[in-house]
């Protein structure tokens, strides 16, 4: 059973910076692409950026793209989502996920099987 654990969120003023941390549990952390998504009140859950389990892939939506960078760090068992430049449409509960089934980077949220509890990040204008 894989276990996920979100975390670095909180409020930030626009313009503003946070990095998003999500801790793993299990040794075999290395084969997974991860995931990043996020849902604000009302909407949909959606897909932010994905990485590979190499590190070598990733791919970032085009709302997010330029301004947030997902990475990893696979002897930490940790993967992270860097957020510059901040706006308040970005206030959203943020998740990360694990698609444990390999292959092509996914960026439904149907082609994750593993999700964290979330962090709330607030971007105030």
């Known amino acids: 059973q894989l276990q996920l654990v979100e975390s670095g969120g909180g409020l930030v003023q626009a313009g503003g910076s946070l990095r998003l941390s999500c801790a793993a549990s299990?040794?075999?952390?290395?084969?997974?692409?991860m995931g990043w998504f996020r849902q604000a009140p009302g909407k949909e859950r959606e897909f932010l950026a994905a990485?590979?389990?190499?590190?070598?892939?990733?791919t970032h939506a085009d709302s997010v793209k330029g301004r947030f960078t997902i990475s990893r760090v696979n002897a930490k068992n940790t993967v992270y989502l860097q957020m510059n430049s901040l706006k308040p449409e970005d206030t959203a509960v943020y998740y990360c996920?694990?698609?444990?089934?390999?292959?092509?980077?996914?960026?439904?949220?149907?082609?994750?099987?593993?999700w964290g509890p979330g962090t709330q990040v607030t971007v105030s204008s």
């Open positions: 299990g040794r075999t952390f290395s084969r997974y692409t």
């Open positions: 990485i590979s389990g190499s590190g070598l892939s990733t």
């Open positions: 996920a694990a698609d444990t089934d390999g292959g092509n980077l996914r960026v439904g949220v149907r082609g994750y099987d593993y």
